[in-house]
Nanobody, 127 residues
């Protein structure tokens, strides 16, 4: 049974930092790209950041580039998202997701390209 479990969300003031983690089990973790998405209230789920299965390439949405850093530990089956200089517009539920295909980076930004999802963790940034 595949499980992705996010943690680390919470309430933070603007300018602050949070680190999200996602623990994976039951999935071929070290052969899949991993992506963080987020969904703000009343909006569609959007791409935030992705990382290649090997960890040697990362991709970011323009809105978070330079502030967020995605990383992974294949030995521990975890992917993390370090979020710095947080803004109120970063408020959302953050989800980690595993790509549908093995060793493939063609759809890392696309919700339909994901096979497995966590339940999400809420990040609230106050102004």
């Amino acid at each position: 049974q595949v499980q992705l479990v996010e943690s680390g969300g919470g309430l933070v003031q603007a300018g602050g930092s949070l680190r999200l983690s996602c623990a994976a089990s039951g999935v071929t973790f070290n052969s899949r790209a991993m992506t963080w998405f987020r969904q703000a209230a009343g909006k569609e789920r959007e791409f935030v950041a992705a990382i290649r299965w090997s960890g040697d390439s990362t991709y970011y949405a323009e809105s978070v580039k330079g502030r967020f850093t995605i990383s992974r530990d294949n030995a521990k089956n975890t992917v993390s998202l370090q979020m710095n200089s947080l803004k109120p517009e970063d408020t959302a539920v953050y989800y980690c997701a595993a790509d549908r295909r093995l060793c493939y980076m063609g759809t890392y930004y696309y919700t339909g390209g994901m096979a497995y999802w966590g339940n999400g963790t809420l990040v609230t940034v106050s102004s």
